[in-house]
């Protein structure tokens, strides 16, 4: 994708373009029951670009042999008379299609490689970090005190509440105490395992304020369906204010 | 059979036709009755596993609101009728662990496998008569266990079907008996797995080349092989959880861990993610494992009744090694949220859109069956048309999971359940629908009622869409698998509506199976009966009476060609040519 030679530059603006143009109206065509929930991360987006480019690849795939098949059925259904065709199959065909699968899965797995690598490979610059610890059924959220560094006695903990700048990144480092959770945050398109005996870091950014709830998404034992907690996205100035606040009650 | 059949001398090699009611019906060596043996095992299971959906359902569609005569029934795990969460955990377990253990894989691998492979291969018997019997012996004992672990303190295993450590190394008893009737069930498949490969290699007819094979032992063959290199791997894992239950080992146990509060003392050094590999490295493998067979079910059934030849016989039987070559290779789509190195989640990424290719050329191989085809919509015809178009939905929407940014969102969600329902049931359960009306005829020399067959396949297939399809607007929505009540989220709650609806379909879809199981008795006595090749078709299973006696073949058939010589010009009005027919010209009796 990215090999194109300086010749191809003007064709590459124009892709990119078009690109641009086209992928937030693949959304904006679909019908309200097939957009996903709002996307609040900075990321999300183009994870649901993503989703709805392979919406828009297997629904029109979907709707192609679902009524070609329909078609056969009623073109070729028993009639008196009728001399089925003597065919072994067609070499041709087979190649073709091999290959136009093959090429659109291959596109869709270079297109997700960028996005993966971005969400998941590497972390931002300037972040705010806490640390989340999983256990069976509360999430245990650390926060760095006024010397801005975790594991430090000035430490800021609190359970299931989840609060965080506006436009600051987050790097979230998981754990677990137990067995094994999903750090599960539905509208910022965050989704990772907290493992126990290992250490996982991602990232997140808000792009605005207001409130969520953390979801466990991984079956974690019985009181998996009551393992909840709040996000809280706020103002960087209303954030101090908690934290200082938080910091205080806990004494 | 009559009395001439037994009084016949049988053929050197043939085992003798039982006489005693339990030689002939339990402890059989046929590996006909064995087939039966497995269907009716399957079926039985099949309605546990659906009674089983039906109760998540309930408490989904209805979180909390009690069930009468469940309190009686399970006063443990539904105090008053009200579910308790932990039973909730272990309905979806066992719902799953039976579905896929001991319903789909004993109906396509032990019920079909046993029963068409000899038969479409022009074989007297399996290779191991024995030891298929004693396979379908170890089978019974393991389903015993999984049944009785219901009834153990705790409960029965609550860790769903892929029993995650370090959860499923903490959970109380009935995961012990879990990991042992696996185990059991596991000796009983590789036993099958042994048998089926060794009797394709070794007792084909004179004359049935590979390339001459009938799809669906292609299929079965293959998923034999998946079978053979694949369950071993999870019994080791299932062994070393056991020992990490019972023996203190640690092999998925890391150190420090905490549980309720209290230190595991014996926990260090293991790796819970060591679990996930071995188990998926299995896994995967399985998934093809459930749907080959379905695949090459629908193969054959296809050119039957469209009355031509399949279309490109090869490139379907390259696509079934295909998918089992590159299905070693995917296993870890199902871990990219695990916290495994994300660069390996992006080599997973591509194997998994490969293997999408070869699926997709036997989806326009069916339909090129199809094309310019004479078509007839009996009712296994119908059921093999379901398993096209639903595979379909169930292979498109594994696109979604196999592009890690878009699994970031849905993996663990009502999606993942929308995508595997519509391979397993819409794929897999819709395939062994078709062959069980398919095979009928000749497992008990009667068709099923074609007309309550129809019944049947229409509330099924409408009910079956309304229940799965709406899954991947949940999922969609962010709603998580497994949960007990999704309703403590605020942005889940209003999707009731959804679940109720989905709800009322699994009745309708319960209640059509019992137009199935009265079908079948019913048919048993009083179904048309039919004779050696009621479907005219070309394989050699319906080339011998219906049933088959005792030795399948009086005499040893010879093959002159492939399986799907269907309208053949040369045949002039006679639109099918059995493989053993001898070529025009040449004389009836002469021999390969």
């Not at chain 2, 999870?234 to 092999?251: C, H, P, V, W």
């Not at chain 2, 509060?261 to 998934?287: C, D, M, R």
């Amino acid at each position: 994708m990215t090999r194109v030679a300086p010749r191809g530059r003007g064709i590459r603006v124009a892709f990119a373009a078009l690109g641009a143009a086209a992928v937030p109206s693949l959304a904006s065509a679909l019908p309200f029951w097939l957009r996903l929930p709002e996307n609040v991360s900075t990321y999300g987006g183009k994870i649901d670009d993503l989703f709805y480019l392979i919406l828009w690849i297997t629904g029109v795939i979907f709707i192609f042999v679902e009524l070609l098949l329909l078609f056969f059925l009623f073109r070729y259904r028993h009639r008196e008379g009728r001399v089925p065709r003597y065919t072994h199959g067609s070499n041709r065909l087979e190649v073709i299609w091999t290959i136009v699968p093959a090429v659109i899965c291959v596109v869709l797995a270079l297109l997700s490689r960028r996005s993966w690598a971005e969400i998941k490979q590497n972390m931002p610059q300037g972040a705010m970090n806490v640390e989340v610890t999983a256990e069976q059924f509360a999430w245990n959220i650390r926060y760095p005190g006024p010397d801005g560094k975790l594991e430090t006695a000035d430490d800021v903990v609190t359970l299931n509440q989840l609060h965080f700048p506006v436009g600051r990144p987050l790097i979230v480092t998981l754990r677990s105490k137990d067995v094994i959770h999903s750090f599960f945050l539905p509208e910022f398109r965050v989704k990772q395992d907290a493992v126990p005996g290992m250490t996982t870091r991602i990232w997140l950014e808000a792009t605005r304020v207001g409130q969520w709830e953390i979801a466990c998404a991984e079956l974690c034992g019985l009181g998996h369906y009551r393992m909840k907690g709040f996000v809280t996205v706020e103002t960087p100035e209303e954030f101090e204010r908690w934290l200082a606040e938080t910091a205080r009650e806990a004494g | 059979m009559s009395a001439i059949a037994v009084a016949r001398e049988l053929p050197a090699g043939v085992h003798p036709a039982p006489t005693s009611f339990w030689r002939k019906y339990v402890f059989s060596l046929d590996h006909k009755m064995i087939g039966k043996q497995y269907m009716f095992y399957a079926l039985f299971m099949l309605v546990i596993g659906g009674l089983l959906a039906t109760l998540v359902r309930w408490q989904l569609a209805w979180p909390g609101r009690p069930i009468g005569f469940m309190g009686k029934l399970a006063p443990e795990g539904m105090p008053n009728g009200v579910m308790l969460p932990e039973f909730y955990n272990s309905l979806f377990t066992m719902h799953a662990t039976i579905m896929i253990f001991f319903a789909i894989m004993p109906i396509l691998i032990g019920a079909f496998g046993n029963f068409v492979v000899p038969l479409q291969i022009g074989a007297r018997d399996m290779a191991f008569p024995t030891l298929n019997m004693i396979s379908f012996w170890t089978a019974v004992p393991a389903a015993v266990l999984i049944i009785w672990s219901f009834f153990v303190t705790g409960g029965a295993a609550q860790a769903g079907w892929t029993s995650y450590a370090p959860l499923s190394a903490v959970m109380p008893k009935g995961q012990t008996l879990w990991l042992i009737s696996l185990l059991v069930l596991g000796i009983s498949s590789l036993l099958t797995a042994v048998n089926l490969i060794t009797t394709t290699i070794n007792l084909r007819a004179p004359g049935m080349t590979f390339f001459r094979l009938p799809l669906t032992v292609w299929a079965l063959f293959i998923t034999a092989i998946l079978l053979l290199l694949a369950l071993p791997v999870l019994s080791g894992a299932m062994i070393m959880l056991l020992f990490d239950r019972l023996l203190g080992t640690t092999f998925f146990l890391p150190k420090g861990l905490i549980i309720s509060g209290q230190a595991l003392t014996n926990a260090g050094g293991g790796q819970p993610l060591l679990w996930q590999h071995l188990f998926w490295f299995f896994g995967h493998p399985e998934v093809y494992i459930m749907i080959l067979p379905a695949m090459g079910i629908t193969s054959e059934i296809l050119p039957v009744f469209a009355r031509k030849p399949i279309f490109g016989y090869r490139a379907m039987a390259y696509s079934i090694m295909g998918i089992a070559g590159l299905g070693w290779i995917v296993w870890g789509h199902h871990m990219f949220m695990s916290g495994m190195n994300p660069i390996l989640g992006t080599t997973f990424m591509i194997s998994t859109m490969v293997i999408a290719v070869p699926s997709a050329i036997k989806v326009f191989n069916w339909l090129g069956t199809l094309w310019g085809g004479s078509i007839r919509f009996t009712t296994p015809m119908l059921n093999a048309l379901a398993f096209v178009s639903m595979f379909v939905i169930g292979g498109l929407s594994g696109i979604f999971m196999a592009s890690t940014p878009v699994d970031i969102f849905i993996h663990d969600t009502y999606f993942i359940v929308g995508h595997i329902h519509y391979v397993l049931f819409g794929g897999s359960l819709f395939g062994a629908f078709a062959g069980l009306y398919f095979w009928y005829p000749k497992m008990f020399g009667r068709k099923m009622s074609e007309r309550w067959g129809k019944i049947h396949f229409a509330f099924t297939f409408v009910a079956f869409n309304c229940v799965f399809f709406p899954m991947h607007f949940l999922g969609m929505r962010g709603m998580q698998r497994r949960i007990y009540d999704y309703t403590q989220y605020v942005h889940l709650k209003n999707l009731q509506p959804m679940n109720q609806f989905m709800t009322i379909a699994i009745f309708v879809l319960g209640a059509a199976q019992l137009i199935l199981v009265v079908n079948f008795f019913l048919s048993l006595r009083r179904g048309e009966r039919v004779g050696a090749n009621p479907w005219r078709s070309n394989t050699l299973e319906w080339q011998t009476a219906s049933p088959p006696p005792h030795e399948n073949f009086h005499e040893i058939p010879t093959v002159y060609r492939g399986p799907y010589e269907y309208s053949a010009p040369e045949r002039g009005a006679d639109d099918h040519w059995s493989q053993n027919e001898p070529p025009a010209g040449r004389p009836v009796t002469a021999h390969g």
